[in-house]
């Protein structure tokens, strides 16, 4: 019989700030505005003969690498059927609606989701953590993203 263990994992070390916006259709976006994100995660995971599960330094860093690269960036969902993004020079250019939105290529963060919403980073992140775990004995991960006290969205992974 083998027992499963839950590890939480909420710091404050696991945050970046980045501006987006919400597309809601072909015409119908969220002006451009910023968040300063928060991202836990849920680790069930199979407990030791030694008394424990999972490492928890571990996932703290690589929860913290995964907010590292997005931090002070602009985010844009380059596989949103609504947007067209073009690289353009030192720019990304986007089209959206009949309007061109141009952003500094280095400031940019180009993310294969469709849309820039906590559900949609939650998954793109977790995605990102879990492929990038080694540990046999994971069974399951939810991972959450938070733009603002008392909202979030989640992605759950099963082995």
């Given at each position: 019989?083998?027992?499963?263990?839950?590890?939480?994992?909420?710091?404050?070390?696991?945050?970046?700030?980045?501006?987006?916006?919400?597309?809601?259709?072909?015409?119908?976006?969220?002006?451009?505005?910023?968040?300063?994100?928060?991202?836990?995660?849920?680790?069930?995971?199979?407990?030791?003969?030694?008394?424990?599960?999972?490492?928890?330094?571990?996932?703290?860093?690589?929860?913290?690498?995964?907010?590292?690269?997005?931090?002070?960036?602009?985010?844009?969902?380059?596989?949103?059927?609504?947007?067209?993004?073009?690289?353009?020079?030192?720019?990304?250019?986007?089209?959206?609606?009949?309007?061109?939105?141009?952003?500094?290529a280095d400031e940019t963060r180009l993310l294969p989701i469709s849309n820039v919403?906590?559900?949609?980073?939650?998954?793109?992140?977790?995605?990102?953590?879990?492929?990038?775990?080694?540990?046999?004995?994971?069974?399951?991960?939810?991972?959450?993203?938070?733009?603002?006290?008392?909202?979030?969205?989640?992605?759950?992974?099963?082995?």
């Open positions: 019989m083998s027992r499963l263990t839950t590890l939480y994992i909420d710091k404050e070390a696991h945050k970046f700030s980045a501006a987006h916006y919400t597309i809601f259709s072909a015409s119908d976006r969220e002006r451009l505005h910023g968040h300063n994100y928060s991202v836990s995660a849920r680790i069930v995971a199979e407990m030791g003969d030694n008394g424990f599960s999972a490492d928890y330094n571990v996932y703290k860093r690589k929860l913290a690498a995964l907010c590292e690269p997005l931090d002070e960036y602009m985010l844009v969902a380059a596989d949103s059927p609504h947007q067209s993004v073009e690289v353009v020079e030192d720019e990304i250019w986007v089209g959206f609606d009949g309007r061109t939105l141009k952003f500094p919403t906590v559900e949609a980073l939650a998954h793109y992140l977790l995605e990102k953590l879990v492929n990038d775990s080694q540990d046999q004995a994971l069974v399951e991960v939810e991972l959450s993203v938070s733009s603002g006290a008392g909202q979030a969205g989640s992605a759950i992974w099963t082995a």
